[in-house]
């Protein structure tokens, strides 16, 4: 691990001013991702700037009927809110699927938010990665490729997103709020917090130098039947292959998001706007133009089944 200076800071608008002044900082809370990437030098920040001490952590009502989840709130303090479990029952669902009891208890809402999206070849030094060095190429391209994306990839990167939070939360249309430097304060809708690969796939999301998160606030509760189902090669401490998030109405509409597809949660409104009509229809708006690799066209096939078996559930 290289050398690195360390300061905790007591306001979200010090945080911010801090990693302005120090050109790769980074932000640090439960470091469930962030300290395995510096171990193994992907992730070589100047400066760390402990964010535990702010006052992020509790869920609160937004004032519209919905709930504010502070940037700091564990996993698993937010998975068995009452409020997360009655109202928002997808998102719990999808929480207590993530990675295993001891990373929930450390990890925060937006540290899950923010998890880099990776593969083997992100970690292994010795593979070129447009991720890790931009402009060294794509070793999963021609390589094993059978966990990576089948849709939204680019020539550049074909890694996916790991959250299931983040799954959920894209389905509750939720909005990321941040605050800059400057003390300015953003509200940024999930659905446009990625960035597309594209050409430039080491930038994963639309935050700015410095701009830190400060919480995620959820619409008001959608009635229907909420179901978080993920489909791995084990019973825990695995990503999902493919997951599907949906929210059905018992006149059939509602809304669905896929995990473990695309660089991040895969939702259309297009595919929305056919739930009535059955899966068929909703599975050919998600994945028109897809592009899987050989090694893993198979997740078209266990995608398109999964949102069957789940859109069947729901409305059973």
Same mark, same amino acid.
């Given at each position: 691990?290289?050398?690195?200076?360390?300061e905790?800071?007591?306001?979200? #608008?010090?945080a911010a001013?801090?990693?302005l002044?120090?050109?790769? #900082?980074?932000?640090?809370?439960?470091g469930t991702?962030l300290?395995?990437?510096?171990? =193994?030098?992907?992730?070589?920040? +100047?400066h760390?700037?402990?964010v535990?001490?702010?006052?992020?952590?509790t869920i609160?009502?937004d004032g *519209?009927?919905g709930?504010?989840?502070?940037?700091?709130?564990?996993?698993?303090d =937010?998975?068995?809110?009452?409020?997360?479990r009655?109202?928002y029952?997808?998102? +719990?669902?999808?929480?207590?699927?993530?990675?295993?009891?001891?990373? @929930? *208890?450390?990890? $925060?809402?937006?540290g *899950?938010? =923010?998890?880099?999206?990776?593969?083997?070849?992100?970690?292994?030094?010795n593979?070129?990665?447009?991720?890790?060095?931009?402009?060294?190429g794509?070793a999963a391209?021609k390589?094993?490729?059978r966990? !990576?994306?089948?849709?939204?990839?680019?020539?550049?990167?074909? /890694?996916? !997103?790991? +959250?299931?939070?983040?799954?959920a939360?894209?389905?509750?249309d939720?909005?990321v709020?941040t605050?800059n430097?400057?003390?300015?304060?953003?509200h940024?809708?999930?659905?446009?917090?990625?960035?597309?690969?594209?050409?430039?796939? &080491?930038?994963?999301?639309?935050?700015n130098a410095?701009?830190l998160i400060?919480?995620? $606030?959820l619409p008001?509760?959608?009635?229907?039947? !909420?179901?978080y @189902?993920?489909v791995r090669?084990?019973?825990?401490?695995?990503?999902?292959?493919?997951s599907v998030?949906?929210?059905?109405?018992?006149?059939?509409?509602? @809304?669905?998001?896929?995990?473990?597809?695309? !660089?991040?949660?895969?939702?259309?409104?297009?595919?929305?706007?056919?739930?009535? &009509?059955?899966?068929?229809?909703?599975?050919?708006?998600?994945?028109?133009? /897809?592009?899987? $690799?050989?090694?893993? /066209?198979?997740?078209?096939?266990?995608?398109? @089944?999964? =949102?069957?078996s789940?859109?069947?559930?729901a409305?059973?």
């Open positions: 691990m290289k050398a690195f200076t360390y905790r800071v007591q306001t979200p #608008a010090d001013g801090s990693a002044q120090h050109p790769g #900082a980074k932000f640090i809370a439960g991702n300290l395995d990437l510096m171990k =193994l030098e992907i992730e070589q920040p +100047s760390l700037i402990d535990n001490g702010l006052a992020l952590d609160e009502p *519209n009927g709930l504010r989840i502070g940037a700091l709130v564990r996993n698993t =937010l998975a068995a809110d009452l409020r997360i009655r109202d029952a997808v998102l +719990s669902r999808a929480l207590l699927a993530g990675a295993s009891g001891q990373l @929930r *208890n450390q990890a $925060t809402t937006a *899950n938010l =923010l998890q880099r999206t990776r593969c083997p070849y992100f970690y292994d030094t593979q070129p990665c447009n991720k890790r060095q931009p402009g060294s794509c391209l390589g094993f490729s966990q !990576h994306a089948v849709v939204g990839a680019s020539a550049a990167c074909i /890694a996916t !997103h790991p +959250s299931d939070m983040a799954v939360m894209q389905l509750l939720a909005v709020e605050v430097p400057d003390g300015m304060v953003r940024i809708p999930l659905a446009g917090f990625y960035r597309a690969p594209g050409d430039t796939p &080491h930038l994963e999301t639309v935050l410095g701009e400060t919480a995620v $606030t008001p509760p959608l009635q229907g039947t !909420h179901i @189902r993920k090669d084990r019973a825990s401490y695995a990503f999902a292959l493919v998030a949906a929210i059905v109405q018992p006149d059939g509409t509602g @809304r669905v998001a896929l995990g473990g597809v695309a !660089h991040k949660p895969w939702r259309l409104a297009e595919a929305d706007a056919q739930m009535a &009509h059955g899966a068929g229809d909703v599975y050919a708006r998600l994945f028109a133009g /897809a592009q899987p $690799t050989p090694e893993n /066209a198979f997740k078209l096939i266990l995608a398109k @089944r999964t =949102l069957a789940v859109l069947t559930e409305r059973a």
